[in-house]
């Protein structure tokens, strides 16, 4: 922004007064029409929002921010409250991270600072491959597989040695909370590592050789040099990973099982608002039924922008930083 | 044989201390090749530098002057593909003997350089402790002591001295570039290697940094590299002209600059070329 600012006036004083105005007006004609798509997909955006507002209107004049906080979800009754959707949104994304950022910083730094140009670009080509597998097979991989795998051979020691906290206690399912953050964090590790990789090349080799002429060894250099420096970008890269993780939809659905519920394990199932969305639309029978959902629909739409912007913003810090 | 190459090794040696000078050699280089992959950029160079001297290393752009700088302190095999052969004496100890760690190397040998890079996460405080630190100094006093020491030195201690939590980023380019020098001094080194440390500065911040190039001689040896051919002939007691990786002529600055033996030298700083 500030860049593009300082352009257009070391523009405004290169071009002579008289003789530019011609190329001026075609300048603009065609900024004009570049800007137009980007207006569309803003306008698009505000009308997502008036449309789900609107929609939503009933439930939030039943329920006010209630809505929120309160978790009977009884269509029967028409009584609708979102939080154990909201809980289950928040305690995947959350478990996402946690499982996924420490295995994509590794990833980051290994591509950024240590493996040789040809060696990264092969694995950052197979990390990119992740990103592509379309989510419903990763879906059918987390029934089959992963299921499976979490029930007979994460869980089970997990509870044996950790079983006295609440969050690893009780029958292992394998479908559930745990098995929806592993699938998350291997559909958030593409994103993470890759915008992180970038803020750790975008770090002058200055910085680097600074910290070495120091005393530093290789470890010293990246844990005091380069990852202090390119904070920012990393946690752009962490907040786009969460913002990725909490709209995701079909792969979850799949494994964590859909119980509208705030258990403390992690070992039981749980819902997200995605996955609500995706399996009650259909059969949602009353009106009000179907604004609660709209309802839930904002709330996520507005959390993604929301995080997706603060993101955004930090990662294009990196850039000029 | 063996005679004739010892020969022309003692005549190497011989040209590469600067006539006329007495006293200790802080550093001893002989053939000393640097190589970026296939690119030679220090083509068999020997040459000794005098303790407690000011060392100028002079010579037109991308004739090797940093890269031959960055193998006194091992930063050279930093970049990747990078390559050196030859020996370095350190106070008679050869620092690229295999047995030798780069890491205590460059804590005995400092650099700043070309642009001021301080760490824009640290405070002034802590920029100037970050090498004392990676040595495991924790001790508070210790390191406040240093901090001071170093910024009197690098004669910074005056105008921050109220603001040292304060990031090393909001000094102005001559104040970083004066902090990355306290923080080169605060491991204490005893060579002090600088690549042209004012050329990205104004002309009152550059008459600073060569001010205190003088003052630290008392405690150090400094080799600096500078394009700036009044800069050599202000601040340098020896000045090295090089050449396509090569040392052509090494000697006390005035005779360099006034009465230059190669003819290659007269050219290069009566500024007929480069
Ligand atoms: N990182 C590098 N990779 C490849 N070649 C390099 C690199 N750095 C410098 N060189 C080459 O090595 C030679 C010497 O460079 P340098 O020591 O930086 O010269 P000077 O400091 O005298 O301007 C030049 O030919 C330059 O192109
Ligand atoms: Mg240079």
Redesign the interface.
């Known amino acids: 922004m500030f860049r593009s600012q300082v352009g257009r006036e070391a523009e405004a004083l290169l071009l002579p007064p008289g003789g530019a105005r011609p190329r001026r007006w075609a300048d603009r004609t065609f900024r004009g029409a570049l800007t137009a798509p980007g207006l569309v997909v803003v306008l698009l955006v505000a009308w997502i929002a008036v449309e789900l507002t609107g929609a939503a209107m009933p439930a939030i004049r039943r329920f006010g921010p209630a809505f929120l906080w309160t978790s009977r979800w009884d269509p029967v009754h028409n009584v609708f409250g979102a939080l154990p959707f909201v809980y289950g949104t928040i305690a995947s994304s959350v478990l996402a991270v946690v499982i996924g950022v420490p295995i994509s910083l590794g990833v980051a730094i290994y591509l950024a600072e240590i493996a040789?140009a040809r060696t990264a670009r092969l694995l950052s080509c197979l990390i990119e491959l992740v990103a592509a597998i379309p989510s419903v097979i990763l879906g059918l991989w987390g029934i089959f597989v992963l299921a499976p795998w979490v029930r007979t051979v994460v869980e089970p020691p997990l509870a044996a040695v950790l079983g006295w906290l609440p969050l690893f206690s009780g029958p292992a399912y394998g479908i559930g909370l745990l098995a929806a953050g592993i699938i998350l964090a291997i559909m958030v590790i593409p994103v993470v590592s890759s915008v992180s990789r970038d803020a750790l090349r975008a770090v002058?080799q200055?910085?680097?050789?600074?910290?070495?002429?120091?005393?530093?060894?290789r470890w010293?250099v990246i844990r005091?040099?380069v990852l202090?420096?390119g904070?920012s970008g990393i946690i752009g890269a962490i907040i786009l990973g969460f913002g990725r993780a909490f709209g995701e939809t079909m792969a979850v659905t799949m494994v964590i099982g859909n119980r509208p519920q705030i258990a403390p394990s992690l070992f039981q199932p749980a819902y997200t608002i995605a996955a609500a969305l995706a399996n009650e639309f259909s059969e949602a029978t009353s009106d009000l039924y179907l604004s609660a959902l709209v309802e839930m629909a904002l709330v996520l739409f507005a959390v993604s922008l929301l995080v997706n912007g603060a993101a955004q913003w930090l990662v294009s810090r990196m850039t000029r930083? | 044989m063996t005679t004739l190459r010892n020969q022309a090794l003692s005549d190497a040696l011989a040209r590469a201390e600067p006539a006329g000078s007495v006293g200790a050699w802080r550093l001893r280089v002989e053939r000393l090749h640097a190589y970026f992959g296939r690119v030679h950029a220090v083509r068999g160079l020997s040459i000794a530098i005098a303790a407690h001297r000011i060392t100028a290393i002079i010579g037109p752009s991308g004739c090797g002057k940093s890269t031959f700088l960055r193998c006194l302190?091992r930063?050279h095999e930093?970049v990747?593909g990078a390559r050196v052969e030859g020996r370095v004496y350190l106070d008679g100890e050869d620092i690229y003997a295999p047995y030798v760690d780069p890491?205590?190397i460059?804590?005995r040998v400092?650099?700043v350089?070309q642009?001021p890079?301080p760490?824009?996460?640290?405070s002034i405080y802590d920029n100037v402790a970050?090498?004392l630190r990676?040595?495991g100094v924790r001790d508070r006093r210790r390191l406040d002591e240093a901090v001071e020491r170093s910024l009197r030195q690098a004669a910074l201690w005056d105008e921050v001295k109220d603001a040292l939590g304060k990031p090393g980023t909001s000094l102005s380019g001559g104040q970083q570039q004066r902090l990355?020098i306290a923080?080169?001094l605060a491991?204490g080194p005893e060579v002090l290697l600088m690549d042209e440390p004012a050329s990205a500065l104004d002309p009152a911040s550059t008459s600073k940094i060569e001010e205190l190039a003088r003052t630290l001689r008392e405690t150090l040896t400094i080799v600096i590299v500078t394009h700036n051919m009044q800069q050599a002939a202000r601040v340098s007691d020896n000045t090295a002209f090089m050449l396509a990786g090569e040392l052509v002529e090494y000697g006390p600055t005035p005779q360099i600059f006034t009465r230059p033996g190669d003819h290659r030298t007269e050219d290069y700083v009566t500024g007929r070329f480069g």
Do not use: D
Not at chain 2, 119 to 122: C, L, Q, S
């Open positions: 040789g002058p200055e910085q680097r050789e600074a910290m070495y002429a120091l005393g530093a060894t010293e005091h040099a202090p420096y904070r930083a | 302190n930063m930093v990747p890491v205590t460059r804590r400092g650099m350089f642009r890079a760490f824009p996460t640290m970050a090498g990676l040595a990355c923080r080169a491991v």
